[in-house]
């Protein structure tokens, strides 16, 4: 049986049903999901509209979610339940080929004017994920459907874990307010782990360059300060083996970007040293080789039980090509933050956005 949706009015005395309207609504629901997508459950940002295919067809819309996976949107308009269903298939392999320089090239076409990771992150209020497209949700959107289409697209989603899905809308008016109505085929929690499922790819990470780190300095009042690193020339990290052994993984010649969590981006440097414990760290000041911590520091470098290694502050020294004071640090939405000490920075519109802000000449 072809779903149904009802609506009743129950302000009265009996319920009264209103009727939904014949109004043409598939030429007017891909405006309004694309002016706003949460229409469909959940957060996305569109990356494209009628999107052209290399196979000659075009996708209604294109989005992302939080976790980088891409959603194809097709309206069913007049097509029928198989045309309807194979499209959309097809859609979605080709889509599952996209890497993410296609990815940021649809979106350059839909929004010229906006980088994808200033979009995503003003959406999500989150770094672009590194891994794009992994995995891939279809959604039919339709303002009606028959039975033949409910049965495809069950027998897709429920007996193979295909991730596709009927969203189905109905418009209402009464006393002259419109009113737009919203169900599902099948469950969308259902859905979502049939997506998760079908992941089966990691080639749309981003490619790493071989030469930039980002490095995440936590500076902290009565402890680790950035005017010292920025002085003296170097990064440190302590108080636990999570925090040291990534900073000890940094290469001779990496070029940090160092970041201020909740902050921004503070320096740009090279490094030159492996990393040392505070107490017996070497750095560049003024043209020689110092002995850190016999500098006048306004940090506080040392603590409890620090004898220990992996409690102990550890120094990476490193030659600056710029930096800023902690009161100027750079940031914009869509940039790249980690957690880790340190970890090759793969997100490239980070490191152009560094770029700019710090007048480098890359």
Not at 75 to 101: H, I, M, N
């Amino acid at each position: 049986m072809a779903l149904e949706m009802g609506l009743w009015r129950t302000d009265g005395g009996a319920p009264k049903r209103i009727a939904p309207t014949a109004l043409a609504l598939e030429s007017m629901l891909e405006n309004y999901i694309e002016a706003d997508p949460v229409m469909l459950g959940e957060t996305l940002l569109i990356i494209g509209r009628q999107v052209s295919t290399a196979h000659g067809g075009f996708i209604g819309l294109l989005a992302l979610d939080e976790t980088g996976s891409v959603h194809v949107i097709e309206l069913k308009r007049d097509r029928t339940p198989r045309d309807v269903t194979a499209q959309t298939l097809d859609y979605g392999s080709w889509v599952s080929t996209l890497g993410a320089s296609e990815l940021h090239e649809i979106f350059a076409n839909y929004r010229p004017a906006t980088a994808l990771e200033e979009a995503f992150g003003e959406v999500f209020s989150s770094p672009l994920p590194e891994e794009l497209n992994a995995t891939q949700t279809l959604t039919i959107v339709a303002a009606n459907v028959d039975s033949a289409t409910e049965r495809i697209v069950r027998f897709l989603n429920e007996d193979y874990g295909v991730p596709i899905n009927v969203v189905f809308f109905r418009n209402f008016v009464d006393n002259g307010a419109s009113y737009l109505a919203r169900t599902w085929l099948v469950d969308s929690d259902a859905q979502a782990g049939a997506g998760a499922s079908a992941s089966r790819r990691t080639k749309t990470r981003e490619s790493w360059n071989g030469t930039d780190w980002y490095v995440s300095f936590g500076a902290f009042d009565e402890g680790r300060q950035w005017v010292d690193a920025q002085k003296y020339g170097f990064i440190s990290a302590g108080g636990g083996k999570w925090f040291i052994q990534t900073l000890k993984n940094l290469p001779l010649g990496a070029r940090i970007l160092v970041h201020i969590p909740k902050e921004g981006y503070v320096g740009v440097g090279t490094v030159i040293a492996e990393a040392q414990r505070f107490d017996q760290a070497h750095v560049m000041y003024e043209g020689e080789e110092r002995v850190l911590k016999d500098q006048q520091l306004v940090g506080t470098y040392r603590r409890e039980g620090d004898e220990d290694d992996d409690l102990a502050e550890w120094v990476v020294a490193v030659e600056w090509q710029k930096t800023l004071p902690r009161e100027m640090a750079f940031w914009k939405p869509g940039m790249f933050a980690n957690q880790n000490t340190a970890t090759r920075l793969r997100h490239q519109f980070t490191i152009s956005q560094v770029s700019q802000a710090f007048d480098l000449d890359d």
